[in-house]
């Protein structure tokens, strides 16, 4: 097998792989389905925009959670953003441990949101990992000449 | 920049996601709509000319009514969750004001209570949308815009070049053609782009 045939073969079980655990879930494809000639770059752009606003959203929800009096409304609207950031990317674990922060949140319960804090940060730089590693065997295949295969 | 002759819509999107305007963006302009984003309901207002009968907010009350003559909006799709101006208000104030209130309003939630999608609904929203917004849903905006077209041609309508689109209300028609680039337009936009539509048949009623 070439190069391009292994890096293709490669990057379709990653992909595949990445549904089937549960990382990405349809609106990944639907990210996708978005970008054409016109727009080549469109799923990495919409993804860095994921990536750099997670990271304010994080460190104000630690930032949140370290006062002395929680303000709840606050945390609970962190969250929200956050749920709504990743549920648009496709990075379906991320929002779902989102979903769960926020009923911590309705009960003020600092110590679910405290793991749920956790959890949400593990899983985000799961995705993110995964994601930038996708990207860049979409690199290599480009850089080798070949084309990236499109998951219907 | 290559100018279409063709009549096109020009769709104002707000939204305080960076990520979901991208997103809303994106869908709009695959569907060869020109597309103006901005982050914020007083935002979205000023760009349509809004004018508050007491104090004004504009910052330059001279562009105003030039703004007001040449952007030519025929959709919003806002979301509804929005610090200061939710997209509620934001409807609101649009269909309470004489000069706005034809152009159709689309709300997009990422929340599904049925009691805000009524609210809406009643308030003059013509669609609500469930985050995240597909294509499919973006397909269901074409009807709203004709028949908004249509309702404001009481007069003969002044056409294109090219004699474009008769203003009838037409089926949707899947817009995917994400291959297409000919027909499409690079519109600006960064915070509020100063979007400057040709002079033609107006879309907004102007009283």
């Known amino acids: 097998m070439d190069v391009v045939s292994q890096l293709q073969r490669q990057f379709l079980d990653f992909t595949t792989s990445l549904y089937r655990e549960g990382f990405l879930d349809d609106q990944f494809v639907q990210l996708q389905k978005l970008q054409d000639e016109s727009n080549p ?12 606003d997670s990271e304010k959203l994080l460190n104000n929800l630690s930032t949140a959670l370290q006062q002395h009096i929680v303000d709840y409304k606050q945390v609970d609207a962190l969250v929200h953003q956050f749920k709504g950031s990743s549920s648009s990317i496709g990075a379906q674990r991320v929002k779902n441990v989102c979903v769960s922060f926020r009923n911590y949140c309705e009960e003020k ?10 959890q949400v940060k593990h899983e985000y730089h799961l995705v993110k990992s995964r994601l930038d590693a996708l990207f860049k065997l979409e690199q290599q ?12 | 920049m290559a100018i279409s002759t063709e009549s ?7 939204d305080d996601s960076i990520i979901d305007r991208k997103l ?6 695959t569907s060869s709509y020109q597309v103006t984003t901005v982050d914020s309901g007083s935002k979205a207002l000023q760009f349509l000319g809004f004018h508050e009968d007491e104090e004004s907010n504009q910052n330059r009350p001279s562009v105003s ?49 049925p009691s805000r999608i009524n609210r809406c609904l009643e308030e003059g929203a013509e669609e609500f949308f469930l985050k995240p917004v597909r294509l499919s849903d973006v397909n269901k905006l074409k009807p709203h815009m004709m028949k908004a077209k249509a309702k404001d041609h009481q007069e003969p309508a002044k056409q294109g070049p090219e004699g474009s689109e008769t203003p ?30 040709r002079p033609r048949y107006s879309g907004l009623a102007v009283i």
């Open chain 1, 41 to 52: 770059e469109f799923v990495i752009e919409v993804v860095s925009l994921f990536f750099e």
């Open chain 1, 109 to 118: 319960n600092v110590e679910g949101c405290f793991r749920c804090l956790q």
């Open chain 1, 141 to 152: 295949i480009l850089a080798a000449g070949g084309s990236v295969p499109m998951i219907a």
């Open chain 2, 8 to 14: 096109e819509f020009h769709v104002l999107a707000v």
């Open chain 2, 24 to 29: 809303i963006e994106r869908l709009l302009k």
């Open chain 2, 65 to 113: 009514p030039m703004i007001h003559r040449e952007v030519q909006v025929n959709l919003i799709i806002t979301d509804y969750c929005m610090p200061g101006m939710t997209g509620y208000d934001l409807l609101k104030k649009i269909k309470e004001s004489s000069s706005l209130r034809n152009i159709p309003v689309v709300i997009m939630s990422s929340e599904n209570v």
């Open chain 2, 168 to 197: 009838e209300i037409q089926s949707v028609q899947p817009q995917q053609t994400p291959a297409q680039s000919s027909n499409k337009r690079k519109a600006m936009e960064e915070g509020i782009s100063q979007e400057r539509t």
